[in-house]
T-cell receptor, first 113, second 105 residues
């Protein structure tokens, strides 16, 4: 089954404790991205990757890092999480780079205390 | 930067009625997409309309695109309670804030 998976689905952590949210897709998609969703603000893109070893900042990259060592994986790293990073995070992938349909993961609800 | 903006922000209708949602955007686009999100879940792609298309249908969904006005509309006909969700338009990988649709049984 074609899908995007994220782990963990729920995470409560404390300020400053490094964490990684994993994202994996099994569709051989070139393009992957991370979004955060906050009430009243909709979805905002954090980082995206057009292919292996190619990553770029989205609209709200501060406080986040990503890597794309393999085509299927695109982890989101919070080196020193802060409470303002409490949010619902989505990973997405799409075929090609021409603004095609995106496939979304189920989301990771992160709370930073 | 918010490329797409939906209107209205919230819509409540009776089952069986049609729901119309609008989206405006700012810059030139290759295509415009509509997505649906059930509460707290991932977005699901509904339909994509290319910049050279004016109208597209998929089941009970009808999407129009007016590039001269930089706007699009999503029509859901004969709505059902199961259509209750948030709907987003997206252009150039940028999403609007979404429309919350409630369909009363």
């Amino acid at each position: 089954e074609a899908q995007v998976t994220q782990n963990p689905r729920y995470l409560i952590t404390v300020t400053g404790k490094k964490l990684t949210v994993t994202c994996s897709q099994n569709m051989n998609h070139e393009y992957m991205s991370w979004y955060r969703q906050d009430p009243g603000l909709g979805l905002r893109q954090i980082y995206y990757s057009m292919n292996v070893e190619v990553t770029d900042k989205g609209d709200v990259p501060e406080g986040y890092k990503v890597s794309r060592k393999e085509k299927r994986n695109f982890p989101l790293i919070l080196e020193s999480p802060s409470p303002n990073q409490t949010s619902l995070y989505f990973c997405a992938s799409q075929a090609g780079q021409n603004y095609n349909e995106q496939f979304f993961g189920p989301g990771t609800r992160l709370t930073v205390l | 930067s918010q490329q797409g903006e939906e209107d209205p922000q919230a819509l409540s209708i009776q089952e069986g009625e049609n729901a119309t949602m609008n989206c405006s955007y700012k810059t030139s686009i290759n295509n415009l997409q509509w997505y649906r999100q059930n509460s707290g879940r991932g977005l699901v792609h509904l339909i994509l309309i290319r910049s050279n298309e004016r109208e597209k249908h998929s089941g009970r969904l009808r999407v129009t695109l007016d590039t001269s006005k930089k706007s699009s509309s999503l029509l859901i006909t004969a709505s059902r309670a199961a259509d209750t969700a948030s709907y987003f338009c997206a252009t150039l990988q940028t999403f609007g804030k979404g429309i919350t649709l409630s369909v009363r049984p």
